[in-house]
């Protein structure tokens, strides 16, 4: 036992000074190795999920694509890991994957052990009402009967939401999500209430989905974005440049469709993104056509929202919060400069 | 000639036996209703059966959605709720048998399908000639081949595909066809040397067995995915669903040593001693004399671990390989079929697959006892 012991924290050990040592040049093994390794969801409509034909559709895998693009340009050479909520942390840790792209929430404790980049999906919980009822606004809730999930943070938030708005509600909680939705779909409580991503899917299994509309208020905070490990902001560089490159090119116009044309711009701040004039990419170890790229292999942020979770998918998310800074969201990127 | 008639030269016809004792009816008067009490039992199971059966009808065929494009095809048309959602199963089929398979290269998993079918009938039907190179082709060429066509070989022109693209049913069947050919031959040799008079020999298959059986396969899996990359340096990283092959055969062989003892421990001792009073060595008395008789008696045990690990093989999924299982969990979440029959209907699918191996594996190992008891019958 004793020597298993020694063995086991030898080994720990090891892996320790390997991950350090692994950890600080990400971006060169990636380059090395010719794919990119990606921690994905094992399924979860909108953000990753498999097709017909066996390929991932979504908005974290696409992001995964997007920083292919930069590296290799192309978009095909990511290696998804699917991993459950249990195994993504220690597949980070041991160097498995190199980004985790996995509708994960960054909270303080995860930014202590981990880097967090920017968000690429500001989530929270909502509400799901029937149109019948004339609610605009979950301030107009008072007095109601909402379906919830037993156990989950959604009860703790409603309740201190409600308390906070000293409105009057009445909590009916089920195990499952599944039971929950059912619940609400058979008139046991005026509203349902679970994350908003997770709503608009869910709205799709009632009987009736059109006759339901989800609240605009969203009443906890869930920003989700990659991850990485810590000590390699090279690395960091490369992911949070990725996500301000999609935005940048939304904000300028620039698309997939119109990218080859907005070569020949002459706008200064054009150039500068698409690599024409200046060598930004180069300053953080990849090339200066690296935002072109992303552009042309995937597309600007607004589309691929669109496409994943937004008008042009089932889900039909409003932009709302996720829409650009100058447009009354949230998303914002810092300058090309 | 004389004429005595009361000698009946003809036996006289057979009187057919009372309609209480035979018949349909009897049958019935005796089994089903020999009693009051058993007569309101049989109505009531009759009854119940009927209409178990009718429902399951009805929403399996009779009210089922066989084709359409999305959840609109199986979304309640004018207030009547539809039945199974076949149009799902239909649309994601090739995803729950070739799962991320790269769709230009599903022509390789197809002649993998068929090289082992091939193999297992070579092998398995008992009439099939030249069976000594079945189990060359089974044991060596088919997996050979199999490899090099799945993995992908770059000299035969065949494009590499990575494992973590593999997935659905056919993940389920390499992982078993490999957990119950490797898991046999080592089942036994742990088995022989658990009974061995070596000591060393002894300590580590009692070891081995018995720390494998006190922990659950799901532990082992999670140990495998998520502690071994931990312990190796960041560059050298074994293939995930290798990990999860052995880890699974590991755990079937020791299961298989146990059921392997009991067979050895069945065999009287004169057989033992028999066989080494004709100078038998230990290997061919093993081979010759107490293995046949040994493995004969365990074949309903040994059929039953491939049947328990045939569906072990589902618990794949919660280490993230996408094996046939959680592959129809997946596309059953995808919005275009997010309706509550679609799920139901994809494990119902499940379910029928699942069936359709375990009872072929337990209907043949029965003719095989059948065929290896012909000694014992009279």
């Known amino acids: 036992m004793k020597t298993l012991m020694k063995s086991v924290a030898l080994g720990v050990t090891v892996a320790a000074l390997a991950a350090g040592a692994a950890s600080a040049q990400t971006l060169a093994q990636v380059k090395a190795r010719g794919t990119l390794q990606c921690g994905s969801n094992t399924g979860l409509a909108g953000f990753g999920q498999p097709d017909a034909q066996g390929n991932w559709t979504g908005l974290d895998v696409d992001f995964c694509r997007a920083v292919s693009a930069a590296i290799f340009n192309d978009p095909t050479k990511v290696k998804f890991v699917p991993l459950s909520a249990k195994d993504r942390f220690p597949a980070l840790q041991s160097g498995e994957i190199d980004v985790l792209s996995r509708n994960t929430t960054w909270t303080m404790s995860r930014d202590a052990a981990f880097e967090f980049g920017p968000v690429v999906y500001y989530d929270g919980q909502g509400f799901l009402v029937r149109k019948k009822m004339k609610i605009g606004s979950a301030m107009e809730l008072s007095g109601a009967s909402i379906c919830v999930q037993q156990g989950t943070t959604t009860e703790l938030n409603i309740a201190d939401y409600f308390r906070s708005k000293n409105m009057k509600y009445e909590i009916v909680a089920f195990a499952a999500l599944d039971e929950t939705s059912k619940a609400y779909d058979s008139g046991r409580c005026d509203a349902f209430s679970a994350d908003a991503s997770a709503l608009y899917a869910d709205r799709l299994r009632l009987a009736n989905p059109d006759d339901h509309v989800v609240l605009p208020e969203i009443i906890s905070k869930e920003p989700l974005g990659p991850m990485w490990r810590q000590g390699d902001s090279q690395w960091g560089d490369v992911i949070k440049w990725t996500h301000y490159a999609m935005l940048t090119a939304e904000e300028l116009g620039i698309n997939q469709a119109n990218v080859d044309e907005q070569l020949k711009s002459t706008a200064p701040d054009v150039k500068r993104l698409l690599g024409t004039e200046g060598n930004f990419g180069e300053q953080i170890g990849l090339t200066k056509d690296w935002a072109y790229r992303i552009i042309k292999h995937v597309g600007n942020y607004g589309e691929v929202f669109e496409k994943n979770v937004g008008q042009n998918s089932r889900l039909k998310i409003a932009r709302g919060v996720n829409g650009l800074w100058n447009k009354g969201g949230l998303q914002f990127a810092p300058p090309v400069r | ?378």
């Open chain 2, 1 to 378: 000639m004389s004429d005595v008639f009361y000698i009946q030269k003809e036996p006289i016809a057979r009187l057919p036996a009372p309609s209480s004792l035979v018949g349909p009816l009897a049958w019935a008067r005796a089994n089903l209703f020999s009693s009051p009490a058993n007569a309101v039992l049989s109505i009531v199971t009759l009854v119940v059966a009927v209409w178990c059966t009718w429902k399951a009808l009805d929403f399996l065929v009779l009210s089922a959605v066989f084709s359409g494009a999305d959840r609109e095809a199986c979304l309640a048309k004018n207030g009547v709720e539809p039945g199974a959602c076949w149009a799902f199963v239909r649309d994601r089929f090739s995803f729950f048998i070739y799962g991320f398979y790269p769709v230009a290269e599903r022509w390789r998993v197809d002649i993998f399908f068929v090289l082992l079918a091939v193999g297992v009938v070579w092998l398995l039907w008992l009439k099939a000639p030249r069976r000594d190179l079945g189990l060359i082709y089974f044991l060596v060429v088919m997996p050979v081949a199999s490899f090099l066509l799945l993995n992908g070989a770059s000299f035969l022109g065949l494009k590499p595909v990575d494992t973590a693209l593999w997935g659905g049913l056919m993940v389920t069947l390499v992982v078993s066809a490999v957990a119950i050919v490797v898991s046999l031959p080592l089942g036994v040799l742990l088995a022989l040397g658990r009974r061995s008079q070596l000591p060393v020999i002894k300590f580590f298959s009692v070891l081995y067995i018995e720390f494998v059986r006190g922990v659950p396969l799901v532990g082992m899996l999670f140990m495998a995915n998520v502690m071994l990359p931990l312990f190796l340096p960041g560059d050298v990283s074994v293939d995930k669903l290798l990990r999860a092959v052995v880890g699974i055969s590991l755990f079937a062989s020791a299961y298989m040593a146990e059921v392997v003892r009991a067979g050895l421990q069945a065999l009287p001792k004169g057989q033992y001693e028999g066989a080494m009073a004709m100078g038998l060595g230990y290997w061919q008395m093993m081979r010759l004399i107490i293995l046949p008789q040994a493995l004969k008696v365990t074949i309903p045990n040994i059929v039953n671990n491939y049947v328990a690990l045939f569906k072990d093989t589902s618990l794949l999924l919660i280490v993230g390989i996408f094996d046939f299982l959680k592959a129809i969990q997946t596309a059953s979440i995808d919005p275009q079929w997010a309706v509550a029959t679609a799920s139901v209907t994809g494990y119902v699918f499940a379910a029928l697959v699942y069936f359709a191996f375990c009872h072929g594996m337990a209907r043949y190992a029965r003719a095989m006892e059948a065929r290896l008891n012909a000694a014992q019958k009279r």
